[in-house]
């Protein structure tokens, strides 16, 4: 129980922080971080219930999060990807005209499949 106060309080006052960090509440399931990559393919999840909330800012610093000083300020456009390092799609144009020929080599396809883009941190925070 008293890790779950843990989580709790880190779900409150340190996600609002977190660029690319969504909370997503699922009443009955315990507390998890699911990190998904620009595709929204589930990469892999962790378990966040037997974790102190410093334990979780830990971690999602190592992972490569952007963690901003207050809810409200700007993240500055090195970090806008982040965790990912970078955009697969930045190359590719917001529309394609109807007389543009397709680019049989995708560098960004699965390459990047792995990198994670954001995460998700799902669960009942409130027991």
Known sequence: MNRLREVKAFVIQDIPLYHNLVMKHIPGADPELVLLNHYYEELDRIALSDMTRSEINELLMELGFYKKSEPEDVVP???????????????????????????????????????????????????
């Open 77 to 127: 456009d090195e970090f806008r990807f982040s965790p990912a390092k970078d955009s697969p799609f930045k190359d590719e144009p917001a529309y394609k005209s109807s007389t543009s020929t397709l680019d049989t080599e995708n560098t960004s396809s699965e390459s990047n499949t792995e990198i994670l883009d954001q995460c998700l941190v799902e669960g009942n925070h409130m027991k």
